[in-house]
DNA sequence: TGACTTTGACAAGGGTTGTTGCCAGAATTG
DNA sequence: CAATTCTGGCAACAACCCTTGTCAAAGTCA
């Protein structure tokens, strides 16, 4: 009680909090060969730890859930991602073009490089609990705004206000993921290439057209819309 | 043994096999409201059985695992769209771009009508087993084709060839699914109109793109691709 | 070296679920 | 009416899993 010397103290050599952290890394490794091989729900608790080489209690030092743990390795992919699109797509110093191309290459790159990370970004992240769902929401906002930043950068014409209020990016963000859902369950048979080819293209169709003067668009523009349900 | 009279009799007015179809209906039907509601991995199949007012045992005469009765209910709101939009689209008496815009309108005004639809289609089919993504797969693949005759509707002038190499129809089917997704997600806060008023300047801006005199695209057109990665 | 902390292995309690089986009563046919 | 089939309610069993706890061994510091 009152003798305690050297409370979380340093073990070989590093620090408590140290060895917390290279934990939960661990953990988050092992999710991601987990979830990303056998499935998120076909995972349990012990599996995790197995692959960790960790004990079911250090799991629980870290995460307070399978959930938590999911949500912190789609983060983590997911800010990975975005910090190295950020990067190509603000440094002024690469060509507007090549920029944007590299980042989209990017993108794709990085599922077939470790398809792992495809199936936990694209598939095992949705329909888990509104927990999950809010991660997903919000990674998705962040993914239709690097849309924004893309087309801004490939076609500077483009109005800013049309960009900001347009559905348009959000749509292309979906398109991303989609075709990512068809290259994976395809086994990834297309060649990177070919995808980021034909992506792009989609990118210059919607690019030109926001481009050609479109203004932002009116409310209930059309109304033959509202002809009768079949 | 010798003296087996009626099997398989008619019971309460109807035959064995109507009353085994109803069961499995009313299976579907309690499906749709628990994966529509609690979401899949959180269902029991207690509780499907309780929600049709059926017994555990009704449900493995119908299914083998709460997996079939996930596909099954899948296949049954996936054919009942296509049915609606083949019946619009195929339909030469209806002027073509109202044929385009009414059958786009139903595909999310079966959403918010019933938001259970939207769960289960967006959301809960996704990540639960090799078997189910090989559904969604044959899914999107059908909504690719959909997209497919909707442009080919709106935009005559489109090759057709290059409508059927192209990947652009993938890529929109993403941009429907994504956009669903958000406003789902976003509590349906956008008034229908919009959305679809959204939607369907984005396919303007790709079908116009892709009329206006874009052969088919070559493969590896774009060399910049192959810059070194980040 | 000795006191103390950290770690790893595993057990055990408690809960949930899938799946099958039993049984009494209602409905039906001959 | 009698024999039989169908139905609903529920029990029972095994399997699985989460979560916490125990305990000895290994490591670390004074």
């Not at 057209?209 to 002809?227: D, F, K, T, W």
Request: hydrophobic share 40%.
């Amino acid at each position: 009680m009152q003798n305690r010397p050297a409370r979380n103290r340093t073990y070989g050599g590093v620090d408590a909090n140290l060895r917390e952290e290279d934990r939960r890394k661990k953990l988050i490794e092992a999710g991601l060969e987990a979830f990303g091989t056998r499935g998120y729900a076909k995972t349990n608790i012990r599996t995790i730890c197995r692959l960790a080489g960790l004990t079911e209690r250090y799991f629980y030092e870290s995460f307070g859930h399978k959930e938590d743990l999911l949500c912190a390795l789609y983060r983590e992919l997911v800010e990975e991602e975005r910090t190295y699109a950020l990067s190509i797509l603000e440094d002024p110093s690469i060509e507007s073009r090549v920029a944007a191309l590299r980042s989209l290459r990017m993108f794709y790159h990085r599922f077939q490089e470790d398809p792992r990370r495809a199936r936990v970004q694209l598939f095992e992240i949705l329909g888990v609990s509104p927990q999950v769902d809010r991660e997903y929401q919000s990674a998705m906002r962040m993914l239709s705004e690097m849309v924004r930043l893309f087309l801004g950068r490939m076609f500077p014409d483009i109005d800013r206000e049309t960009l900001n209020s347009s559905i348009i990016p959000v749509g292309l963000a979906g398109s991303m993921i989609h075709v990512s859902h068809k290259w994976v369950l395809d086994g990834f048979t297309m060649p990177l290439d070919d995808i980021v080819n034909q992506v792009k293209d989609l990118f210059t169709a919607v690019g030109k057209h926001l481009a050609g003067g479109v203004q932002a668009p009116e409310r209930s523009s059309g109304s033959a819309v509202h002809a009768k349900e079949g």
